[in-house]
């Protein structure tokens, strides 16, 4: 690896890890994830901290736990007084570029402070549908209440992901002498399913397996999964469109593929080194469900598919490691040769990248929700997604707090008004069955429940890096003015 390498990070939004051939689906087309796997090392046990976006992306760029930092919901981003990724690099002396735009990450004016340039080449002509209503969308209420659109026509307007991905073409065409960092996020896959030719039609649905079953029972299962159910009428949806979308979901993630593809097309992998990852997941039919849920936790929604290569690194590599996506900041910066401006609690990879039977975490931590007196703190909002924002302001425990914890077997998840739950993702990778409250399970609840106060413990705050005298002094008004006497007559 050279002393400073240069670096691309290219990060879709809402990509399930198992919708991608490297790990582990021999459905989807991708060539050039897999690709950029078979060059670098591949993590199949990377957790997400959060997730929902703005949340999971303020703890990646920040090394910073969710609750350590307040960045619980999606209109409070990364403010300028906290360190982030992006900014340390600049600040070392990396050019920092932004291609494209991405509303959920930072605060006003954290933008500029962290990146040498940002925005498009060319602007782009089509933005993503908002403000319809479920008489507008095409297939009515059912397609709306599980954002599919199907199929666009391909009119040659420019959307956000191609002019992004055109903007980071025309600046890799002549990248400037000093070390930099081209950061790419994009859209796809996240809803609505919508993709043109020759994405849409790439899968043949009928051979595409059914989404996992919801469990026999509802007992056990967070309380959310049957009001979502029951609130966007879910029942609706037959087994033929649910591999409808699933189809669209694999054509956008076809799509994005290709998107990478042109990027890395244009990257020196001896130099540069090119960092892949999402947010979070997505539940495309899975227990039911579509989307995601600020406590939803399930692999599908919180496994993420981190691939790390280039640079001279080893290739070919798959670790098993617990990763958390905190993990970033610290791999990043150590390869730069930066020493990190505050505490955070990531850990960097460098040692797995080198070795992956290297052991990393005992455990990865995932965590969102809110207590019902931040209620009013809910986001609002617009269709297609009132009915979530909804459900969560008419039933606030149905988002209360909750916190996972997972090791290379099991996974325990606490919930503030609700009853804890377990899962065997040895037997049970889906994590349909409680196993919560079982006296043959009893120790290794117990465990997981000691490892997950434990962390709180210990992530619950910092200490600030600056430090204050004990007794400053502090500066006294001028006495007043004693008043004049007067003599008596």
Known sequence: MRERPNFVVFVPDQLRADAIGAFGNPHVRTPNIDALAARGTRFTNAYAQNPICAPSRASIMTGLYPHTTGHRTQTHLVKPWEPNLLRILKESGYHVTWAGMRGDLFAPGVTELSVNEHGFA????????????????????????????????????????????????????????????????????????????????????????????????????????????????????????????????????????????????????????????????????????????????????????????????PAGQESSAMVELVDILPTVLEMADISAPHRHFGRSLLPVLKDPGTEHRAFAFTEGGFTTAERHQLEPGRFPYDLRTQLASDEPTLVGKAYAVRDQEWTYVWRLYESPELYDRVDDPGERRNLAGLPAHREVEQRMHQALFTWLVETTDTIPSATDPRLPGVELPAPAPAPARTEPR
């Open 122 to 313: 060319a602007l782009p002509t089509v933005h993503p549908h908002a403000g319809n209503t479920p008489e507008e969308w095409p297939g009515g209420d059912v397609w709306a209440r599980i954002f599919y659109r199907g199929q666009v026509p391909d009119d040659g307007r420019t959307d956000l992901d191609e002019a992004t991905i055109r903007t980071a073409e025309q600046w890799l065409s002549s990248p400037p002498d000093t070390p930099w960092v081209l950061f790419v996020p994009i859209l796809a896959p996240h809803p609505p399913f919508e993709v043109a030719e020759p994405w849409f039609s790439m899968y043949d649905r009928e051979t595409l397996p059914a989404p996992l079953e919801p469990a026999e029972t509802t007992a056990g299962e967070p309380a959310y999964m049957e009001a979502i159910r029951k609130r966007y009428g879910l029942d609706r949806v037959t087994p033929e469109l649910w591999q409808e979308v699933v189809a669209t979901y694999y054509g956008m993630v076809s799509r994005m593929d290709d998107h990478l593809g042109r990027v890395m097309a244009q990257v020196d992998d001896a130099d540069t080194v090119t960092l892949f990852f999402t947010d979070h997941g997505e539940y495309l039919g899975d227990h039911g469900l579509v989307e995601k849920w600020p406590t939803s936790f399930h692999p599908c929604i919180t496994r993420n598919p981190l691939i790390i290569s280039g640079g001279g690194l």
